[in-house]
Every structure is written in C-alpha cells, then in structure tokens.
C-alpha cells in the first residue's frame, strides 16, 4: 500500500479533522471500534478524533504494561477524563514480562511485545466488546523507517503484509499515517488537547523495552524508569525534541563508602530534530550533565556510571533498541 506524505507545512488541521472523522464514520459504520492510548501525542490524536466521529461506540483501553514512565496509567486517564473521554486501564504486565522474558535481541523484543499486545491482549479485548476495528496511530516515520529496514516499529502491519483481520480478528484503522510528528503535534492542538500532551518528547511504542540493552526483567525496568524520570525533569525545560535515559548492559566498576563495587551504567541521548528522520545531539551544558548525572548516581544507588551519546542520527537512531 503506497502512502503519500502530508508534509507538516501543507497540513490544515481543521479540514484533515474534519475528512478523518468522515473517514471513520464511514468505515466503521455502525459496527465498534477499539483503541489503546499511550499517552504519547499520536495516540492521543488518534483518541481525539475515533471519539469525535464515534463516540460511544469507541472504546479506550491503556494498557498497562509494566513498561511505561513512572505512574503513566493513572495520570494520562486523569488527563482524558478531563477531556470527556473514559480510559478504561487494562493490567497486562504478567503477559508482557512472560513474553520477553530471557530475550535480548532486539527485533525479537519487538516482535515479543508486537505479538503480546496484538494478539494476546487486544485480541481477547475486541472479541469481549465484539468490536471489528483497531485505532491505532501510527505515524509517516514510523512506516518509512519499518520498509526501509532501519528499524521495526512495532505498530508496522499491513505495510510488511501482515492481514490484521486474518492474523488477529480485526481491522485495524491508521488515520494519521501521512503525518509525522510535527504534523501529529500540530493536529493534536486543533483537536484541543493539552500542551503537556501535544507538546511531549515522543516515547516509543514498545516503552522502556527499547531503553535497555539486553534482556528485560522487571527490575531493569525499574532502574531505567527512574533514570528516565530525572532525565525528563531535568531536560524538560531545554527545547530538545526527545530526551531519554538507556540502561546498558554491562557491569562497570564503581567506589561507594570507599569499597569497590560493580554497577550499572546508564547512557543519556537529547536531540535537536525536526520529525525524527536526522538528528544532532543537544549542546548540553556541562553543568547540567553534571547536575543529571549527580541525581542518576544518587538515587539509583546501583548504577555507577552515566554517559552523554554525541553521535548523530545517521549512523546512530535516536533510540538504543
């Protein structure tokens, strides 16, 4: 399926809402739909608009995974309640850590997770509620970077030939496909969303299970989901386009109360980009690194070392995994 780009600059938000909203009332028809928010921009746009055009007959599920940021579930469903929008959290981290258990490869997470979430846990969700379609949103880049073979986005199906309807039960609907993220955030705010939402760095689809290399226990999650607590709070007021914290493998050598010990390490990335494709690393002060690795030391008792990535995207990608 051939899709054509709809640049950021050529985007008119209301007339895009209006023909997607359309869209979806036609497609689905009278029939039900389902959708899972993340609380990433896209999946919020994507939110916003299957309940402009349908309402009740829209269900949103947040899927809690064990892999989000720190209390992610609750504050995003608070955020949607506001809106008018009830987010039903659906608790799935046995069936995801039980899937990626022992894996360390990096296709095979994803693979892991892309199977977990489409088959075992949304699969049993649509057959509940009887709905016939998915609303997921996925973006331009997320499709580009899939074909091209630089980096399997989970979310990629119909594109690599994979029959939804066959494989899983249900069709799944893309209605922000042609848009990067520039377009998406821009988009978001017409359809009137919040900035903290709109404006937020981008956080993959397959969480905190990109931000480790290597395997993926509950206990490694733990440890990168604090780092990636401090390194956003910290970052937030930088003007970078993404900001993360990844948990390396390896065990480094460390000194704590004068003894030698073996930790972990963690690598900081901050980007300056536009839409994800290239990126440069953010010129950081070195007091704020400091101020950034000082914290991550502090309080991850268990990690010993914190790096800085300064290498551009090409040759690195602006996540690890």
């Not at 360390?104 to 199977?115: G, M």
């Not at 206990?219 to 607590?229: P, Q």
Request: glycine share 8%; hydrophobic share 40%; aromatic share 8%.
């Amino acid at each position: 399926m051939e899709i054509k780009e709809l640049k950021t600059e050529q985007l008119v938000p209301n007339k895009f809402i209006e023909e997607k909203v359309q869209e979806l009332c036609s497609v689905v028809g009278e029939g039900l739909a389902v959708n899972a928010l993340s609380g990433g921009v896209d999946s919020a746009a994507v939110t916003m608009l299957g309940h402009q055009a349908l309402g009740a007959r829209l269900k949103t599920y947040f899927i809690e995974n064990g892999l989000m940021r720190q209390d992610e579930p609750e504050r995003i469903a608070a955020i949607f309640k506001g809106l008018g929008v009830a987010v039903e959290i659906i608790d799935a981290k046995t069936q995801f850590f039980k899937a990626l258990a022992g894996i360390d490869d990096p296709e095979a997470k994803r693979e892991a997770i892309t199977q977990t979430f489409y088959k075992d846990v949304f699969g049993l969700l649509v057959r509940k509620s009887n709905a016939q379609f998915l609303l997921q949103g996925t973006n331009y880049t997320d499709v580009e970077e899939t074909v091209a073979g630089v980096k399997r986005q989970h979310n990629i199906l119909e594109q690599l030939g994979i029959d939804t309807q066959k494989q899983f039960g249900y069709k799944v609907l893309e209605p922000i496909i042609q848009l990067r993220k520039s377009g998406v955030r821009k988009l978001a705010q017409a359809l009137g969303l919040p900035e903290e939402i709109y404006n937020r760095p981008p956080f993959p689809g397959p969480a905190l299970a990109t931000r480790i290399v290597g395997a993926v226990s509950p206990e490694r999650i733990e440890v990168v989901r604090h780092a990636t607590k401090i390194v956003e709070e910290e970052l937030k007021r930088s003007g970078a386009f993404q900001y993360l914290a990844i948990l390396h493998q390896d065990k480094f050598t460390g000194v704590r109360n004068g003894k030698r010990e073996f930790g972990l390490q963690i690598e900081v990335r901050s980007w300056e980009s536009k839409d994800a494709v290239v990126g440069s690393p953010s010129r950081l002060s070195f007091g704020i690194l400091e101020k950034v690795a000082a914290r991550i030391t502090t309080e991850i008792p268990v990690v010993f070392s914190v790096t800085y990535n300064i290498t551009k995207k090409p040759p690195s990608t602006i996540e690890a995994v």
